[in-house]
């Protein structure tokens, strides 16, 4: 469940970015959505992988 946690976290903190590149195009702060889009791939493939092996285990 922490790491569910931290995916809302994660999202939640890129949405100031997310606002400034769509309404304001600052391409810096699309720089940092794309980023922080690759860490969100990489933890929820991170939660998937747990949740198999925990299912498996059963």
């Given at each position: 469940m922490?790491?569910?946690t931290e995916v809302k976290?994660?999202?939640a903190s890129?949405?100031?970015d997310a606002d400034k590149f769509y309404?304001?195009?600052?391409?810096a702060a699309?720089?940092?959505?794309r980023?922080?889009?690759q860490d969100?791939?990489?933890l929820a493939q991170a939660i998937r992988l747990?949740?198999?092996?925990t299912k498996n285990k059963e």
């Open positions: 922490k790491k569910f976290n994660l999202i890129l949405e100031a309404n304001k195009g600052n391409s699309g720089t940092r959505v980023k922080g889009m969100l791939k990489n747990e949740v198999q092996d």
